[in-house]
C-alpha cells in the first residue's frame, strides 16, 4: 500500500515532490494502489517507485523520470507519458488503453502482457525491451525503435508499423495482421512460428530474416525486399492468395519454405513466363496457360497468321527454370501444324533472346509428334528392330541427342554466349519433355 506521507507529499505538487526526492535520494517511494488519476505529474521524479495496482487513467507523465519504477498492473488509460523516461521500468499486465507514450524512452523497459489498444507508441526507443505477449492491436507505432527486443507471441492486428525497426529482435510466435508495413525493417529478426496475414509490405526489409513453420496468408510481397536472403530454419505456410498476389517472389524463397516442387512450377509458369504468337507487324503476349486452349490456339495461328513463337522469361526465374518453363509450350504447340511456326524465340530478361530457327523447331516438333503417336512398348511389337525391351521415351531421347549434336547452331546462337547456354539447356528441354510424358502414356497431350 501507498505510504500516506510520500501521498500528502505528492499532493502539495511536482516541484515539492521532486524536492523531497533530491532531499531523500536513498528512498524509493511506495506508491502502490495509489488513486492517482486525472493528475498532472509532468517532470516528476518518480524513478524506481513502487506503481503496482496504481491508478493513473487519463494522467499526465509527460517527461517525468520513470526508470526502474514498477508499473505492473497499473490502470494508465488514456494517460500521457509523451518523452517521459521508461528505462528499465515494468509495465507487466498494466493498461495501456489509448495511452499516449510518444518519443518515450524504453530501453530494457519490460511490457510484458501489456494491453496497449490504440497506444499511440511512436517514435520510442525500445532497444532490448520486452515486449512478450503484449497486445498492440490498432496501436500506432511509427518510427519506433524495436530493435534487440524480444517481441514472443504479441499481437499487432491493425496496427501501425511504419518506418519502425525491429532489427535482430525475436518475434517468434507473434501475429501480425492487417497492419500497415510501410518501409519497416525487419532485419534478421526471428520470424519462427509467426503468423503474417493480410499484409503488403512496401519497401520493407527482411534480409536475414528466420523462418520455420511461418504462416503467411494473403500477403502481397511485390515490393518487399530482402525475401532472397531470409534463412529458412524449416517449412513454413504460404498460402495460395499469396501467391496469386506476388508475382515477383524469389525462387528461393519459395524453395526455403519448402514448397512442395509442383507449386513452386506453377507460380514459375504464371508469373515468370508469357507466351506470344507473332508476325512482323504485331505481337500478342498470353499468360503461359492460355496456350494450353486450344481455341486460343487455332484464334492467333489460323486466324491471325501467326508464324512466330516467342517465349518470355522474367529475371525471376533461375537458369534452371527454362527448362520447366518450355516444356508446357511445347507440349501444347506439338498439336499445332509445325509448318505454320518458323521460329521460337526464347526472350530472357537482362539477356540477349535465343533464336531457334525453324530447322530446329520443325524437328524438335516433329520428334515430339513422332513420340506421341508411339504406342507404349510392352514386348509384343518392336519399334525399331532388336530394341523393343526400350521404352519409347528412351528411343527418342536417342534420336534426338544424335540429331542435336550433329546440328551447327545459326549465326545468332553461335556469336551470342547467353543464347547458346540456352540452346545446350534446350537439349535438356527433351530429357525433361520425355521423362514426363513417360509417367503419362496414356494421357492426351493437352492434359499436360
Not at 529458412?232 to 515477383?248: I, K, Y
Request: negative net charge.
Amino acid at each position: 500500500m501507498a505510504k500516506s506521507y510520500q501521498l500528502r507529499i505528492l499532493e502539495q505538487g511536482v516541484d515539492a515532490w521532486n524536492n523531497w526526492r533530491a532531499a531523500h535520494p536513498d528512498i524509493f517511494p511506495d506508491l502502490s494502489r495509489a488513486y492517482l488519476n486525472k493528475l498532472d505529474l509532468s517532470n516528476a521524479n518518480l524513478s524506481h517507485t513502487n506503481l503496482q495496482f496504481a491508478f493513473l487513467n487519463y494522467s499526465t507523465l509527460d517527461d517525468a523520470d520513470l526508470s526502474h519504477a514498477s508499473l505492473n498492473e497499473a490502470q494508465l488509460k488514456g494517460a500521457s507519458l509523451k518523452g517521459a523516461d521508461l528505462y528499465c521500468a515494468s509495465f507487466k499486465r498494466a493498461q495501456l488503453q489509448h495511452a499516449s507514450l510518444n518519443r518515450a524512452n524504453l530501453k530494457h523497459a519490460k511490457i510484458t502482457e501489456a494491453l496497449c489498444f490504440y497506444t499511440d507508441l511512436s517514435n520510442i526507443d525500445a532497444d532490448s525491451a520486452s515486449l512478450d505477449l503484449a497486445t498492440f492491436d490498432y496501436a500506432m507505432m511509427v518510427n519506433a525503435d524495436v530493435r534487440n527486443a524480444s517481441v514472443c507471441h504479441a499481437s499487432f492486428r491493425n496496427a501501425d508499423l511504419s518506418e519502425s525497426r525491429f532489427d535482430n529482435s525475436d518475434l517468434s510466435h507473434a501475429s501480425i495482421s492487417n497492419t500497415s508495413l510501410q518501409e519497416t525493417s525487419f532485419h534478421r529478426v526471428r520470424l519462427i512460428e509467426t503468423k503474417l496475414e493480410n499484409l503488403k509490405p512496401i519497401r520493407t526489409v527482411f534480409e536475414g530474416a528466420e523462418l520455420s513453420d511461418t504462416v503467411i496468408s494473403n500477403v502481397d510481397f511485390s515490393e518487399t525486399l530482402g525475401l532472397s536472403d531470409c534463412i529458412h530454419r524449416g517449412p513454413s505456410f504460404v498460402d495460395e492468395q499469396t501467391l496469386d498476389n506476388t508475382p515477383n517472389l524469389p525462387e528461393k524463397f519459395l524453395k526455403g519454405t519448402e514448397l512442395p516442387a509442383g507449386r513452386i512450377l506453377d507460380y514459375v509458369y504464371r508469373f515468370s513466363v508469357t507466351v506470344g504468337f507473332a508476325k512482323k507487324e504485331w505481337v500478342q503476349m498470353l499468360p503461359l496457360d492460355a496456350i494450353l486452349e486450344p481455341v486460343v490456339e487455332g484464334k492467333f495461328l489460323a486466324e491471325q497468321g501467326a508464324n512466330k513463337v516467342i517465349v518470355r522469361l522474367r529475371s525471376a526465374i533461375q537458369i534452371e527454370g527454362v527448362l520447366d518453363a518450355i516444356i508446357p509450350v511445347l507440349t501444347a504447340l506439338h498439336t499445332i501444324d509445325p509448318s505454320a511456326i518458323s521460329v521460337m524465340e526464347i526472350q530472357y530478361e537482362n539477356g540477349a533472346p535465343c533464336i531457334l530457327p525453324s530447322e530446329v523447331l520443325h524437328h524438335a516438333l516433329y520428334e515430339v509428334e513422332s513420340f506421341l503417336t508411339l504406342p507404349p512398348s510392352n514386348g509384343s511389337k518392336d519399334i525399331l528392330p532388336g530394341q523393343s525391351e526400350l521404352h519409347p521415351a528412351i528411343l527418342a531421347d536417342h534420336h534426338l541427342k544424335r540429331w542435336f549434336a550433329a546440328y551447327q547452331p545459326s549465326s545468332p546462337l553461335a556469336i551470342n554466349p547467353h543464347s547458346r547456354t540456352l540452346y545446350n539447356h534446350f537439349i535438356e528441354i527433351f530429357d525433361r519433355l520425355f521423362s514426363l510424358l513417360s509417367l503419362n502414356a496414356s494421357r492426351t497431350p493437352s492434359s499436360f
